[in-house]
């Protein structure tokens, strides 16, 4: 069974590689990455910027954990009212990344928002 299918979590795109405080995440260089289809993607995409800001804060210089591009020092949490993700999840799912397969659905359903 695949990590995606079997997430448990109402939360997705915290990793291990943000931090001591995030040792109990996945590793994102370890995590499923996928072939999206055009539309999916376009439609995920959408709904997470769509979500609403429900935290920000001010972190020190920071890369992405697969390419080593500079990511902005602020970070945001984001939510649908379901479910919280950081607002580089966007740029994640550049890279092919997959999401837990319910937070896929119910982005994909639009129930959020």
């Not at 590793?27 to 609403?52: F, I, M, N, T, Y």
């Not at 972190?59 to 390419?67: D, G, K, Q, Y």
Request: proline share 5%.
């Amino acid at each position: 069974m695949s990590e995606t299918s079997c997430w448990s979590h109402k939360w997705f795109g915290f990793w291990a590689e943000d931090g001591s405080a995030f040792a109990c995440c996945p590793s994102v260089s370890v995590w499923p990455k996928c072939e999206w289809l055009q539309d999916e993607l376009r439609a995920v995409q959408h709904q997470l910027k769509e979500g609403q800001t429900v935290c920000v804060s001010q972190l020190p210089h920071r890369n992405c954990a697969i390419c080593g591009e500079q990511l902005p020092r602020s970070r945001a949490w984001l939510s649908d009212g379901t479910w919280l993700w950081p607002d580089d999840l966007l740029h994640y799912l550049s890279h092919g990344l997959a999401i837990p397969t319910e937070f896929k659905l119910h982005l994909l359903s639009g129930q959020g928002n």
